[in-house]
């Protein structure tokens, strides 16, 4: 099983950028898949979390601009990202989170620029 993070690169403050990772292989037992981030010299922090049922849980520097779904039939999941700002810059890792073991992605670099 392999996360293909994807949908990184430079953008200017109050753009946009959409960020998707893709299953490939079968995971079984899925609890929750995640967004996590690492900027620059820091630790790496989770930002988003698709429940089982659906809904999505967000960190408070996120909530409202970044948007976290899921698409079962591309066994794909994406993080759309609003109203960018400069301390958004990271490396941004999906996670698949299951009863048997965690999946983590490969990262994807988002840099916004002032």
């Known amino acids: 099983v392999q996360l293909q993070a994807s949908g990184g690169g430079l953008v200017q403050a109050g753009g946009s950028q959409r960020l998707s990772c893709a299953v490939s292989?079968?995971?079984?037992?899925?609890?929750?898949m995640e967004w996590y981030r690492q900027a620059p010299g820091k630790e790496r922090e989770w930002v988003a979390s698709?429940?089982?049922?659906?809904?999505?849980n967000y960190a408070d520097s996120v909530k409202g601009r970044f948007t976290a779904s899921r698409d079962r039939a591309k066994k794909t999941m994406y993080f759309q990202m609003n109203s960018l700002e400069p301390e958004d810059t990271a490396v941004y890792y999906c996670?698949?989170?299951?009863?048997?073991?965690?999946?983590w992605g490969q990262g994807t670099q988002v840099t916004v620029s002032s």
């Open positions: 996670l698949i989170n299951s009863v048997y073991k965690m999946y």
């Open positions: 292989g079968s995971i079984t037992g899925i609890k929750t």
């Open positions: 698709i429940l089982p049922n659906g809904s999505v």
